[in-house]
Structure formats: C-alpha cells, structure tokens
C-alpha cells in the first residue's frame, strides 16, 4: 500500500515559481513510476508530468519550458517546480503512483493505483 501526501501549494502572482512536493509511503518508491495530475473547476483531470523509476520524464505540452518532475528516492519524494506561472495553472495538483513495479510513466490517470488528496494551486493576474 502506498500512501501520498501532496504539500507545497498556495496562491501566487502570475509569473511566479512554486515548487510541489509528493511525499510517499511504503517500500516500494523507488520502483514505481510517479505522476502530476491538476484539475481546474468544472474541468477534467488532466496530466502534467511523470517520472519513471529510472527518473524518464515526459511533460504535457502546455508546461514544457515550464515545469520540471524530479525525484529523490532517499527522501521517497516526487517534485513538481513550476516557473513562469500562469492564471490557466490555477488547479488542484495531485500526485499518483503506479502500482506496477519498473513501469514507465503514463499520461493516462486510470494507469495510476494511489493518488494524493491534492495541493490547491492559485495563480492570480
């Protein structure tokens, strides 16, 4: 069972940097691949970013030059750093784990077994 706790959101100008961290429970971190998934009102769940167990990432398109995902398995912890960023960032940000061992990131949230309660994300003109 892998349990995760989202923190580092908060309300920010457009422009600005916030760094999200996702911390993990469990034994298995270092071999689960990890996502950042964000919902705005009255939206879908979209993806963000994900990493591998070997640290691959792939990025949605609207965040590239942006964002960046980083892990640190020692601290059984996933980031999210977000600069430069936008009113159209305002979301919650949730993070996810697949349950699958040695498995690739996905793009899709129905490949993910555990998810966080997520961090609230405000980005203000």
């Known amino acids: 069972q892998v349990q995760l706790v989202e923190s580092g959101g908060g309300q920010v100008q457009a422009g600005d940097s916030l760094r999200l961290s996702c911390a993990a429970s469990g034994r298995t971190f270092g071999s689960a691949a990890m996502g950042w998934f964000r919902q705005a009102p009255g939206k879908e769940r979209e993806f963000v970013a994900a990493?591998?167990?070997?640290?691959?990432?792939d990025l949605a398109d609207y965040v590239k030059g942006r964002f960046t995902i980083s892990r640190d398995n020692a601290k059984k912890t996933v980031y999210l750093q977000m600069n430069s960023l936008k009113p159209e960032d305002t979301a919650v940000y949730y993070c996810a784990a697949r349950g699958t061992p040695y498995s690739s990131g996905s793009l899709y949230s129905k490949d993910y077994d555990y998810w966080g309660r997520g961090t609230q994300v405000t980005v203000s003109s």
């Open positions: 990493i591998s167990w070997r640290a691959g990432t």
